[in-house]
C-alpha cells in the first residue's frame, strides 16, 4: 500500500543512520537464540495422483553458512508417511531439491484417516508431525461467481462463493489455477497459481460463504495443440493445521511492507521442527 | 445547585464543631513575580501542625486561638521563610517567598530541602524545572519527560524516545495533565522529544502509586504539570536559540499586581538547516507549539485561568518524476491543542473550589497524493481523540487535622478511530468513510488527608467511575490509601494502596511515539483495563545535608491490559487487492487482552538544593505478561522489564558564572523477539518461484539485547549583560560513544573476492553517536 511507502520513508530516514559501520557492531552474545531445526510442508489430499513433502533450508539467525551442503545432501534425508497399516518412504527428486515424493496409488490417503510424517534430515535431525483428512467435500455444483468492481473493465475479477457444510467445524481455502487443459487427453499446463485465501466459517454454518479477495478469471477459450485457456476454481475443506498455517502466511505477506507490525509467528505442527503437515479435500470445476 | 448545598454543609461543619478556633488562610507567591507556589510546606512549630498550598499557592490551617505563632514557609528551590502572626482571629495573609538564587534580608533564614518523611504521600517525586534546564540533554533539548526518565521506577523506551514506562505500565497508562486537560499525544519528531515546553512550566510532579481519589483514568502514574500564570509586576521575556529548535518567552502583566499573561513558543528548524546540505531533497519536518495563559484576580475571593496549548508536527515528502509528468506529496500531520477555562473561588477561609471547563483534542492525518495528466489520486487517513470535560473541586481545610477534597468530573470523549477518504479523478472514485464512538466518562471522588498526630498521618479516598459507551456500562469503586508514620524526627514508613481503572486505551505497536498511535475506548469486547498497586517504603531526611532517602517496594496487578495480536497491522485500513474497496478494520479484532504483575524495588537519594544537587536513583524491578493469543498463552516479560536500572544526575555550581552537570544511565537490555531462524516457503501453492521469507520466531521476548548505558555532560556558561542574562551552554549526549541498542539485524556476511557467503551474524544497531551541541539563553 502506498501510504506504507511513507511510513518506510521515515523509517530509512531513521535507520539510515544506525547503518554506518560506526553506529553498529556484531552481538557476540551466548544467549542468542538460534535454531537449524528442519522446516518441512506437505499436504495430503485424497484427490492427489502424487503426494509431496518438502524440506526447505533452514537459516539459523547466527551460524554458518551452509547452502552448498544442504543442496549436496538434503536428498538422503529419510522422509516416511504411515497410517494404521503401512508405512512408506517418499523418493527424493533431484531437482528441486529438498522435494520427496510418493505415487497415490503406492499410498492412499483416505477421507477422515490420520496421518504421520517422519523425518530424519541427513544430519541426522528428526521431524515428525500428524494430520487428519477432513471427512467432508465442498459441493462444487453449489458454487458460484461474483463479479467485483475493477479498474480495468477489460480484465474482470471475481469473487467465489460457495455452500458451508452444515453441521460441522469447516476451515476453507481457494485457490484459481490459470492454465491450458487439454479436454481430449486429461493433461493439463498451469501457467500461473493466484495463491489461495482461507476462510474459516464461524457465523456462517449452512450459509454461503464469499471470498475476501477477488481472482482474475478467464472463460474457456481454445489455444494451440488442442488445448484450452481455463481458470479452474479449487475449493479445498482443509483441517486446522492447513488454515491457521495459510492464516499465518497471510497475515505476514499483509505486514510484510510495515515495518512497524508485530512479528508475525508462523503456526507449526511440525515437533522437533518448522512448517506444517496438513490435509484436505479438494473440489473442483472450471470457470 | 450542587456546589451550594456542598458549601452549605461545609458553613455548617465548621461553625458546629471547631469554635474557639482561628482560621490562618492566604497565598503564597514568589517574590517578584507573584507567581502562585504549589505544594509549599506551611508549618506552625509550636502547635506541631503542617499543611501545604495547593495547585493554586492556597493554603488553609484552623488552630486554637493564640496570642502569637510562628510560621515557617518552606519549598525546595526557596528560601526558608518564617513569619510570625498574632493567632487571635481568622487571618488571611499573603506570603512572599524569594528563589535561593538571589540575595536576601529580613524574616529568611536559610534554604531548606523540603522533608519526604513529613508527607503522608509515598510514590510522588517532584522535578524542580529549574533542575530540568540543568540537565544534559540531546541537542540540548531540554525536555521534561526525558528527565522524569531518570527517576527509580521509571523507564524509557526506544533510544532517545520521550514515552514513560512507569512500574511495569505502558504509555498508555499514564496520565499527562497540563493545567487540568489531559495531553493524549506527548511527542514531538516523532516521539524524540517531549511537546512539554519547559519554559512555560511552573511545576511537574508524578505520582507512581498510592494515587490520590482525585485523580483516575489511568493506571500507572499521573504527570501533572502547571503551566506559569506570568509575572504580574513587570515584563520578562526568555529566548533560546539552539541546533534543533529556537524558542521565546514573554510575561507580563495586564494589570499590574493583578492580571497577568504568559506566551511561550517554539519552533524547529532542522528542514530548513539540512536541506540546502542535501541538494534540496530533504522533506519538511519541524514541530512548532505554543502555550499561552491569561488571568486575572476579581478581588479577593475570585481568581480567573485561561490557558492553552497548541503544537503540531508535520513530516512532508514531495517529489516529481524524472520527466516531471508524475507529481507525489506523502505526509503526516499531528498535534495536540487543549484549552482549559478555571475558575478558583474563595467561599470561606476554609472551603476553595476549583472549576474547570476543558477542550482538548489530538488528531492525526496521513496522506498520499498523486498527481498525473491523467488525474489525482488522493487516500487520506485521519484518526483523533477529543474531549470536553467539565470539572469541579472542593478543598474544604476544617482543622489542622483534615484537609478534604472532593469533586467530580465529567468528560465527553469523542473517538475517530479511522476517517478515510480516497478520491481517483481518473476513475471519477469519491470514496469518503469516517466512524467515530461516543462515549461518557464520570468520577465523583473524597479524600481526606489525616493527621491523626505527630507521628501518624494518611489520605484515604475513594473514587466511583463510570464509563458509556453505546449501550455498554461500566462503573467501579476505587478505595485509595496511602499513609505514613513516623519513627523520628526524620525517619518515616509508608504504605499506599490504589485500584485504578483505564477505560480507554492506546493502540500502538511501535513503542517509538509514533503519531499513528490510537485512542481507542473500552467496548463490550474490550474490557476496561484495572490494577491494584500496593507499596510500602521508608523515607529518611537527612535535614543538615539536605538529602532525602526514600526506599519503596511495590506490587502491582493488571488485568485486562491490551496488546496487538501477532502479525497485527496499526494502520486500521487494509485496501486489499482492489482499490475501490475501502474497507476497515475493526480495531477489536487486531487487538487481545490479558493481565500483567509487576513488583520491584526503587531507591532514591536526592537533593534538590545547594551547589551540587541532583539525585542517585536505583530500580529492581521484574515485569510478567500473560495473553492467551500471545505466546501460546505462556507467560513473557514484556520489552520494558528491565531487571536493574540505574541513573546519577548531579548539578554542581561552580561558581556564579558556570554550571557543570552530568547524567549517567545504566539498565539491563530489554527483552526482544528476535527470529532464531528463517527460510522460504511456498505454502500449498507449491509455485516455489512464489515462496515467501518467513521467519521463525522462538518464545516472546526471549533475546536480552545488550545493556544500555550513557554518560552526559553538559556546561553552561552565566553572563550578565546590560539587559539581561545570556547562558551559552555546551554539552555532549551520550559522551562515550556507546552503541546502545535501537534494533537487531540478521544479516549473512559475503566475500566479494571469493564470491562465497560467509556466517550469518546478528548485529546491534545504534541510533545515536556521541552527538555535541551548543545552545545560547538570553533572559531579560
Not at chain 2, 504539570?225 to 536559540?241: D, Y
Request: glycine residues 8%; hydrophobic residues 35%.
Amino acid at each position: 500500500m502506498k501510504i506504507r511507502l511513507l511510513l518506510l520513508l521515515f523509517l530509512n530516514f531513521l535507520i539510515s543512520g544506525c547503518e554506518g559501520g560506526f553506529l553498529s557492531v556484531e552481538e557476540k552474545s551466548v544467549n542468542i537464540p538460534s535454531s537449524t531445526a528442519p522446516t518441512i510442508t506437505a499436504f495430503l489430499c485424497p484427490q492427489d495422483s502424487v503426494h509431496t513433502v518438502r524440506l526447505y533450508r533452514t537459516i539459523p539467525v547466527v551460524g554458518a553458512d551452509n547452502l552448498r551442503e544442504w543442496n549436496a545432501n538434503v536428498g538422503k534425508g529419510v522422509v516416511t508417511l504411515s497410517d494404521e497399516i503401512q508405512t512408506v518412504t517418499l523418493q527424493p527428486e533431484k531437482n528441486p531439491v529438498g522435494v520427496f515424493r510418493i505415487k497415490a496409488k503406492d499410498f492412499r490417503v483416505m477421507a477422515g484417516k490420520t496421518y504421520k510424517l517422519n523425518v530424519v534430515t541427513y544430519d541426522g535431525q528428526k521431524a515428525e508431525a500428524t494430520c487428519t483428512i477432513p471427512l467432508s467435500k465442498i459441493d462444487i455444483r453449489k458454487a458460484n461467481t461474483k463479479l467485483a468492481n475493477s479498474a480495468d473493465p477489460s480484465d474482470p475479477i471475481y469473487f467465489v462463493t460457495w455452500i458451508d457444510i452444515a453441521n460441522e467445524q469447516n476451515y476453507y481455502a481457494v485457490n484459481v489455477v490459470q492454465g491450458q487443459v487439454n479436454f481430449t487427453t486429461g493433461e493439463r499446463r498451469v501457467s500461473y497459481d493466484s495463491g489461495g485465501e482461507v476462510i474459516a466459517d464461524v457465523g456462517f454454518e449452512g450459509k454461503e460463504l464469499i471470498t475476501k479477495r477477488s481472482f482474475l478469471m478467464q472463460k474457456r477459450r481454445n489455444a494451440s495443440d488442442g488445448f484450452s485457456f481455463v481458470s479452474e476454481i479449487q475449493l479445498l475443506n482443509t483441517d486446522i493445521n492447513f488454515y491457521r498455517y495459510h492464516k499465518d502466511l497471510e497475515i505476514l505477506q499483509i505486514s510484510d511492507d510495515n515495518p512497524l507490525s508485530e512479528p508475525t509467528n508462523i503456526y507449526s505442527n511440525i515437533k522437533g521442527g518448522f512448517g506444517v503437515f496438513a490435509g484436505f479435500t479438494r473440489a473442483s470445476g472450471y470457470f | 445547585m450542587r456546589s451550594s448545598l456542598l458549601f452549605l454543609f461545609f458553613i455548617t461543619l465548621s461553625l458546629v464543631g471547631f469554635a474557639q478556633k482561628v482560621t490562618i488562610s492566604g497565598y503564597v507567591r514568589e517574590r517578584g513575580s507573584k507567581e502562585s507556589l504549589i505544594n509549599v510546606s506551611v508549618a506552625i512549630p509550636a502547635l506541631k501542625v503542617s499543611t501545604q498550598t495547593n495547585l493554586y499557592g492556597f493554603f488553609s490551617i484552623t488552630i486554637p486561638q493564640t496570642a502569637e505563632l510562628e510560621v515557617v514557609f518552606s519549598a525546595s528551590v526557596y528560601q526558608l521563610q518564617k513569619t510570625t502572626l498574632k493567632a487571635t482571629q481568622n487571618q488571611r495573609i499573603e506570603i512572599e517567598m524569594t528563589v535561593k538564587s538571589i540575595d536576601l534580608n529580613e524574616v529568611v533564614i536559610s534554604e531548606r530541602q523540603e522533608r519526604v518523611s513529613e508527607s503522608e504521600q509515598m510514590s510522588v517525586i517532584s522535578l524542580p524545572v529549574s533542575q530540568v534546564k540543568d540537565i544534559p540533554a540531546l541537542l540540548g533539548e531540554k525536555d521534561v519527560m526525558k528527565a522524569l526518565q531518570l527517576m527509580p521506577g521509571v523507564q524509557k523506551g526506544r533510544e532517545g524516545t520521550a514515552g514513560l514506562y512507569v512500574r511495569g505500565g505502558g504509555p498508555d497508562q499514564n496520565l499527562l495533565i497540563l493545567d487540568d486537560a489531559v495531553v493524549y499525544n506527548a511527542n514531538h519528531l516523532f516521539g524524540f522529544f517531549s511537546v512539554f515546553n519547559g519554559d512555560a512550566l511552573k511545576s511537574i510532579e508524578l505520582t507512581k502509586g498510592g494515587f490520590p481519589a482525585r485523580f483516575g483514568g489511568r493506571l500507572s502514574s499521573v504527570v501533572e504539570m502547571q503551566m506559569k500564570e506570568g509575572n504580574k509586576q513587570k515584563f520578562q521575556g526568555e529566548a533560546g536559540i539552539g541546533l534543533l529548535s529556537s524558542r521565546l518567552t514573554l510575561e507580563g502583566p495586564l494589570k499590574k499586581g493583578v492580571s497577568s499573561y504568559l506566551i511561550s513558543a517554539r519552533r524547529s528548524y532542522a528542514d530548513v538547516v539540512l536541506r540546502p546540505l542535501s541538494g534540496g531533497s530533504f522533506p519538511t519536518l519541524y514541530f512548532y507549539d505554543l502555550n499561552t495563559k491569561v488571568n486575572y484576580e476579581f478581588g479577593q475571593k475570585n481568581r480567573l485561568y485561561l490557558s492553552g496549548y497548541f503544537g503540531r508536527d508535520v513530516f512532508d515528502f514531495r517529489e516529481k518524476s524524472f520527466d516531471r509528468s508524475r507529481e507525489s506529496n506523502n505526509g503526516f500531520s499531528w498535534g495536540n491543542t487543549t484549552t482549559t477555562l478555571r475558575w478558583n473561588h474563595l467561599f470561606s477561609e476554609k472551603v476553595f473550589n476549583n472549576t474547570s471547563l476543558i477542550f482538548t483534542n489530538y488528531n492525526f492525518k496521513v496522506y498520499n497524493e498523486e498527481t498525473t495528466n491523467r488525474g489525482t489520486y488522493l487516500l487520506q487517513y485521519s484518526s483523533g481523540i477529543r474531549d470536553f470535560t467539565f470539572k469541579s473541586d472542593f478543598d474544604f481545610l476544617p482543622s489542622a487535622q483534615h484537609s478534604i477534597r472532593t469533586g467530580l468530573i465529567l468528560t465527553a470523549h469523542r473517538f475517530t478511530p479511522s476517517a478515510i477518504v480516497l478520491k481517483d479523478t481518473r476513475i471519477d472514485l469519491n470514496n469518503t468513510k469516517s466512524t467515530f464512538t461516543d462515549a461518557v466518562e464520570t468520577a465523583i471522588y473524597v479524600e481526606d488527608v489525616w493527621r491523626a498526630n505527630e507521628k501518624l498521618s494518611m489520605n484515604a479516598g475513594l473514587r466511583l467511575s463510570n464509563f458509556n459507551v453505546k449501550s455498554k456500562s461500566y462503573f467501579n469503586l476505587e478505595p485509595r490509601f496511602s499513609g505514613s508514620y513516623k519513627i523520628n524526627e526524620d525517619l518515616a514508613i509508608k504504605a499506599s494502596y490504589a485500584r485504578m481503572n483505564q477505560y480507554i486505551h492506546l493502540l500502538s505497536n511501535s513503542g517509538l511515539g509514533l503519531p499513528t498511535d490510537l485512542w481507542v475506548p473500552a467496548t463490550d469486547r474490550i474490557a476496561p483495563q484495572t490494577s491494584e498497586q500496593f507499596a510500602i517504603g521508608i523515607a529518611k531526611d537527612f535535614t543538615k545535608k539536605n538529602l532525602s532517602l526514600t526506599v519503596e517496594g511495590f506490587y502491582k496487578n493488571m488485568n485486562n491490559i491490551i496488546d496487538y495480536k501477532e502479525g497485527a497491522n496499526f494502520l486500521l485500513l487494509d485496501l486489499g487487492p482492489d482499490a475501490q474497496k475501502l474497507s476497515e478494520i475493526d480495531w477489536q479484532d487486531n487487538v487481545t487482552s490479558g493481565k500483567g504483575r509487576a513488583y520491584g524495588i526503587e531507591v532514591m537519594l536526592q537533593r534538590k538544593v545547594g551547589r551540587l544537587s541532583g539525585w542517585v536513583g536505583y530500580t529492581l524491578s521484574r515485569i510478567i505478561h500473560q495473553f492467551d493469543e500471545i505466546n501460546k498463552g505462556q507467560e513473557f516479560a514484556p520489552r520494558y522489564d528491565r531487571r536493574h536500572d540505574f541513573s546519577i544526575v548531579g548539578i554542581y555550581q561552580l561558581n556564579k558564572k558556570i554550571t557543570l552537570s552530568t547524567t549517567w544511565v545504566y539498565g539491563t537490555g530489554n527483552n526482544i523477539t528476535i527470529p532464531i531462524a528463517q527460510s522460504r516457503v511456498s505454502g500449498y501453492s507449491n509455485d516455489f518461484n512464489r515462496s515467501t521469507k518467513v521467519q521463525y520466531y522462538g518464545q516472546r521476548n526471549a533475546f536480552q539485547a545488550a545493556p544500555y548505558h550513557r554518560l552526559d555532560v553538559a556546561v553552561k556558561f552565566y553572563k550578565q549583560k546590560k539587559r539581561g542574562e545570556r547562558t551559552w551552554e555546551v554539552g555532549v549526549y551520550n559522551a562515550y560513544n556507546r552503541i546502545n541498542p535501537f534494533y537487531y539485524q540478521s544479516r549473512q556476511d559475503y566475500d566479494f573476492t571469493t564470491q562465497t557467503s560467509g556466517d550469518t551474524k546478528l548485529y546491534r544497531r545504534g541510533l545515536f553517536p556521541a552527538v555535541p551541541s551548543v545552545s545560547y539563553n538570553f533572559k531579560f
